[in-house]
């Protein structure tokens, strides 16, 4: 897969991940509402969540080839993934499964437009964190 192809993937990816996410856990909603975002928000974010998390485990992706291929699905895209990967720490790169936790934390506070509390969210947080991990395996 080339990585035209793979972007489009992820961004795919993103707009079939909403509903089922929100099934698994309705509390998606309420985050959205009081961040005032929208599903166009979430297919971005979503998709630079995933982007971001390729770049951050697969050391052979080319980031800039990544990027160009971001700007052709959304102008604010590219600006998401430089974002992601500052959010996510390097010492914990090596760790797939705090790279998925850190990825949902970045996703929810995204959306809520505030640093979320980690109690009252963990369980989103965690949901959104693995469904892109697995998508990416």
């Known amino acids: 897969m080339d990585v035209d192809q793979f972007v489009k993937f992820i961004n795919t990816t993103a707009i079939a991940s909403f509903t089922p996410i929100l099934d698994r856990c309705p509390d998606l909603e ?6 005032k975002t929208t599903t166009a928000d979430w297919d971005v974010l979503f ?9 951050t485990i ?21 600006a998401a993934v430089e974002n992601y990967l500052d959010f996510i720490s390097r ?3 090596k760790d797939r499964e705090m790279i998925g936790a850190q990825t ?3 996703m929810v506070w995204n959306l809520l437009k505030e ?10 947080i965690s ?3 693995r469904y892109i991990d697995n998508i990416l395996k």
Request: charge should be positive; charged fraction near 30%.
């Open 91 to 93: 010492e914990e790169r």
């Open 127 to 129: 949901i959104i964190g």
């Open 104 to 106: 949902g934390m970045w």
């Open 30 to 35: 309420k985050v959205m509402k009081k961040g």
């Open 47 to 55: 998709t630079a969540a995933g982007v971001g998390f390729s770049l």
């Open 58 to 78: 697969n050391s052979k992706l080319d980031k800039d080839n990544v990027i160009r291929a971001c700007t052709s699905i959304h102008p604010q895209l590219p």
């Open 115 to 124: 640093r979320p509390e980690y109690e009252e969210h963990a369980r989103l």
